[in-house]
């Protein structure tokens, strides 16, 4: 009996997730980064957190007295992230980033940071809408990795900077 309720959880989670997935890429802030993975292998980092999970992170923020984490997380519906290692192949992870860039300019994203060094190359977009951010992409390539990270659902900028210097995250760009 205890297997056959295993089995049973297990059919709602993933038609849960199969249909959560379905959803999320309807939303106004889904990027659609295509794999890496016949170039780089399996990424080396990947979250797919959204819906129910979602919403489960933020109680738990907030239950945890983590305010400014619950606030900004409780209209996120998902959090997308790849990172692989390049090993300083970086050619097919810079085009798939200038294949996303053009699909967000002529999706009338936003372009938020931009930065082109030699070593490091940064785009970072916001699907704005009215007075709501309902989307942020963020891509980074270098030497050692690319990095392509999808935030989807209403975004408060002013959280974002709450959360930032919550968890001591100093995002620092060189002028120079």
Same mark, same amino acid.
């Given at each position: 009996m205890k297997s056959f309720i295993t089995a049973i959880l297990l059919l709602v989670a993933s038609s849960t997730s199969w249909s959560q997935t379905a959803d999320i890429e309807q939303m106004?802030?889904?990027?659609?980064?295509?794999?890496?993975?016949?170039?780089?292998?399996e990424p080396r980092i990947m979250i797919n957190i959204n819906g129910t999970l979602m919403?489960?992170?933020a109680a738990a !923020?907030?239950?945890?007295? +983590?305010?400014?984490?619950?606030?900004?997380?409780?209209?996120?519906?998902?959090?997308?992230? *790849? @990172?692989?290692?390049?090993?300083?192949e970086l050619e097919p992870a810079l085009a798939q980033m200038n294949e !996303?860039?053009?699909?967000? +300019?002529?999706?009338?994203?936003?372009?938020?940071?931009?930065?082109?060094e030699?070593?490091? *190359? @940064?785009?970072?977009?916001?699907?704005i809408e009215g007075e709501l951010m309902?989307?942020?992409?963020?891509?980074v390539v270098n030497a050692e990795e690319a990095v392509f990270i999808n935030i989807l659902g209403e975004i408060d900028p002013s959280q974002i900077g709450?959360?930032?210097?919550?968890?001591?995250?100093?995002?620092?760009?060189?002028s120079e």
């Open positions: 106004p802030g889904f990027v659609n980064f295509s794999s890496l993975e016949s170039i780089y292998g919403q489960l992170m !923020a907030a239950s945890a007295k +983590e305010t400014d984490a619950a606030a900004l997380m409780k209209d996120l519906q998902g959090i997308r992230v *790849n @990172v692989y290692d390049t090993a300083g !996303a860039k053009q699909i967000l +300019e002529d999706r009338q994203w936003q372009p938020i940071v931009q930065v082109k030699e070593d490091e *190359n @940064v785009q970072m977009f916001a699907q309902q989307g942020m992409a963020i891509m709450k959360v930032m210097n919550q968890l001591n995250v100093d995002v620092d760009v060189d």
